[in-house]
Each structure stands twice: as C-alpha cells, then as structure tokens.
C-alpha cells in the first residue's frame, strides 16, 4: 500500500489507479461525483453501490478510442460492445451506447434490459452456452446483430428457429484457444477443459454445417480466454491461433469479423499494475495483423467484448461499521476485524475466487496510527470477506463510513440474498447530484416471494 510522509502506511490516501478521478477528500471526507459520503449515507443508507457515471463514459471512451486507433492504423475497422453481465440497468446501457459501444448479452435477462434501455437490436451481441429455445427465438425475432453459438445442439436450434421465422441471422462460432489466461482459474475461458465454446480442431466442420444451413451466415470466430488480465500476451497468441483457422475457413467464404472477447484487467489495489488499454489494444491488433501477413489474407474487422474495465474502477461500494474486534493471531500479530453491514451478498467475488479490494475510512480522516484491518461482512461464513488485508486508522469505530473502490464490475450482478438480505440500491453520482437507477430491495420483496406465506395468511383469513 502507499505510505505517508514518514514511512508508516497512509491509511487516508486515495490511490488514483483504484478511485474514480472524481474521488477526492473534501474537510476529510469522501466526494464521489462531488457527492459526499454522508449525504449518500443519509439520504440512500447503506451499505451503497455508488457508480460515477462520468468515470463509466470516461472508460467506455477510451477504450472505443483505443480498438479504433489500434485497428484503423491497419486500415480495418473495430466494434467494442459492453459485456453487461459486469454490471446491467438500463441507465448503464444508456451511457455506453451514447459513447458509441455495442452490447453484449449472455440471457435472455440481459436481453430484455438491453432492448428496453433502447440500445440498437443490430449493435447487440447475444452469448451463452446454453440459451433456451424461447431464448434464441426472441432474440432472432428482435433482430440482434449477432449470436455467439457455443455447440452443436444450439446450431440446430437456430436452424430451426430461423427455418419456421424465415429470418437470417449472422453468427459467431465461439471457439477454444487453448491459450490458458493467468488469471484465476475461474475466469480462465479458453483452455480445453472447461464448458463453453469449440476447439478449434471441431470449428471447420461446425462452420460447414453452419455455411449449409439457409437463413444462417456464418460471419466470424469468437475466443475469450479469460477475465483480469493484465497484458497483451496471452490475447496476442490466442488471436494468432484464431486466425490460423480463419485462414483456413477463408478458403470456403468470405468473414468480415473476428471477435476476441473482453477480460481486461483493472487494479483492486494499488498493487495490481494492468496495462493501459491503449497499449494492450496495440498488442492484441498488432498480433492479428501479422499474423494475416503471413498467411496473406486480408485482416478482418476485429470486435471486443470488455466488461470490467469499463464499469469496475466507477463503482465505490460505502459499508457502515457495525463492530470492531482484535483477534491476537500470532505473538507479533494482531488483526483488526471489522464488521461492516454487507458482505458476501453484495460482493460475492472474494469468497468466490479470493479476489482482494481496499479499503477506506469515508467519513473522516484520522491520524490515528494504522492497523492491519480485515474488513468482514455480516453472514453466517468466515469466508465472507470484504477486504482480506488493508491498513486502516486504528480508531475505526462502529458508526464509521466505509468505502471500497473497484466495486463496479461483477458485485451488483453476483449480488444474492444470502441470510435473507434485501440487495442495496445503486445510485448514480455525477456533477454533484445522486439518483437510484436500481432500487434497493427490502425484506417485505423477498417476503412477496415466500408462497408459503401467503398461503398460512389466506388460511388465516
Ligand atoms: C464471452 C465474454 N465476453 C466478455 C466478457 C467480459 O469480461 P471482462 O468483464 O473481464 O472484460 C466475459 C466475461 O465473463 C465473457 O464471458
């Protein structure tokens, strides 16, 4: 972590490559698009999904700016869609396609909220390895620009589908590199064995069959291997095995696309040192480029699927302490637990693949020496962790404002119900107003859902 002027850890410190640009202190406590922890506290309660929109624009620009350089230096052309399943409302939608993103889907959920927020049926991309039939005929019939098809059987089903719609659909083959991301192995996607996608030795003939089916056109491979990665290696061989296949596929059709997936890593902490998107976008497109070099093909339109990295560093998550306890660890260890009123259910990623965040006192500053904290949630499971190691004052005290940063991607929609706990509101900050574009749950919703409870309730009447 970062240290303060005399050595000792800086327990106050906002690390920029973790906050969104807008975070700052103002008389101590923490702004988010000029919002201040205690208005948010107040007026929305906790704990909070706080998303700066300003900081997601900012992102999704970026990074469309970044593909687009990248490919238009080798005269091709680019499409970044959002892969929504990091974090889905219909605002969000709204922002990325005003930047000029596409969108990606993975249900016929993520579909619908797509569709209702507007975004263009023809710039959505719909994934999944194992779409239901009404899944697949509704987004035929909306007209979404291209399906991702993970196997055999879900072929045959769009076969079908667009046999009795008379529709034409464009297609993805999402094929396997083999390329094993460095990443955890849970979010690596490419390697042989694990679920989704074909090998690529299975990919020619599944490209035949679909080439012979009227009403489907084949336009495309996809290939992500994986999620927070840092740098462009592991990208840049699996997009030169992709095009070996490409190459060969060409022999039989033309293909304007090839698509490679999302899984561009953020910093958690002021340890995680990814690249910039910029540079890695250089790599990934370098990569295919020379690579139909030396085939002597022509380069395709490359597409890209990034999540994370649009939406991660803008959400900050405030928590309220709720109890402190040093626990003696060891003779020379103590270890600070801090009980905060979330947890597992509101960000499920560190007990479902060790992930580490940070954390920070929102409310105040203090000069308060720091201590090795833990920042734990309120379920029934040592495993619901929040912050596994963070510096924190020393005097944090119940009734303290907690912030994390980092908490845009994958803790709203990972979010349970876990111990009966009504998810949080999310709350778009921006220019110094706050409004909800998720509302919070409350225990009369999950109540709503109980039938047993409303049965025992028509018995009584
Ligand atoms: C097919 C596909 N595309 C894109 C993504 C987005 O990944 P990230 O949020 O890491 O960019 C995922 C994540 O699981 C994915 O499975």
Redesign the pocket.
């Known amino acids: 972590m970062p240290e303060g002027p005399d050595g000792q850890p800086d327990a106050n410190g906002l690390a920029s490559a973790v906050w969104p640009a807008s975070a700052e202190r103002v008389d101590g406590e923490l702004q988010v698009g000029g919002v201040s922890a205690s208005e948010l506290r107040e007026r929305f309660g906790t704990p909070l999904y706080v998303l700066d929109e300003t900081e997601v624009r900012a992102h999704a620009r970026r990074t469309l700016d970044a593909f687009r350089a990248a490919t238009g230096r080798h005269g091709v052309m680019t499409r970044v ?1 959002y ?1 929504g ?2 974090f889905l409302s219909t605002e969000v939608v709204r922002w990325v396609t005003e930047e000029g993103l596409a969108v ?1 889907v ?1 249900s016929g959920g993520e579909l619908e909220v797509a569709l209702a927020a507007g975004a263009v049926p023809a710039h959505v991309g719909f ?1 999944g390895n194992n779409k239901s039939m009404a899944e697949l005929e509704r987004a035929v019939e909306a007209g979404v620009g291209s399906i ?1 098809v993970d196997s055999p059987i879900e072929i045959e089903r769009l076969a079908a589908i667009v046999e009795r719609l008379g529709a034409t659909q464009p297609m993805l083959l ?1 094929v396997r590199s083999g390329v094993h991301a460095e990443t955890h192995d849970f ?1 690596a ?1 490419a390697h042989e064995d694990q679920k ?1 996608g074909f090998s690529l030795d299975d990919a020619p003939a599944a490209v035949a069959r679909i080439r012979e089916i009227t009403g489907l056109v084949f336009i495309g491979l ?1 290939c ?1 291997i ?4 840092f740098d462009s290696s592991g990208f840049t061989e699996s997009a030169s095995r992709l095009v070996e296949v490409h190459a060969a596929l060409l022999e039989d059709g033309d293909i304007p696309v090839m698509n490679l ?5 953020i910093a958690y902490t002021s340890v995680d040192d990814p690249q910039p998107i910029e540079q890695i976008a250089e790599g990934i497109v370098a990569a295919v480029a020379q690579e139909c070099a030396v085939r002597g093909i022509p380069m395709p339109n490359l597409a890209f ?8 560093q803008a959400g900050v998550t405030l928590y309220e302490v709720g109890t402190v306890k040093p626990v003696v660890v060891s003779n020379d260890l103590t270890r600070l637990y801090v009980s905060v009123d979330g947890g597992m259910s509101d960000n499920a990623r560190p007990a479902l693949y060790g992930a580490n965040y940070s954390a920070r006192l929102a409310s105040r500053v203090s000069e308060a020496a720091p201590a090795l904290a833990r920042v734990v949630g309120r379920h029934c499971e040592s495993g619901d962790i929040v912050v596994d190691a963070e510096y924190l004052p020393g005097d944090v005290a119940p009734g303290d404002l907690l912030a994390v940063p980092a908490t845009g ?2 803790c709203f929609s990972l979010a349970s119900n876990y111990n009966y706990t009504p998810r949080p509101p999310v709350v778009a900050v921006r220019d110094g107003q706050a409004r909800v574009i998720v509302r919070g749950e409350t225990v009369s919703d999950l109540l709503a859902r109980d039938a047993g409870l409303a049965a025992a309730m028509e018995g009584n009447a």
Do not use: M, N, W
């Open positions: 869609y892969a399943k990091a990606d993975c994934h991702v999402r979010l996607t989704f996809h992500h994986g999620s927070q990665i997936g999302g899984g561009f890593g699927e990034p999540g994370r990295a649009i939406v991660g991607a994958y």
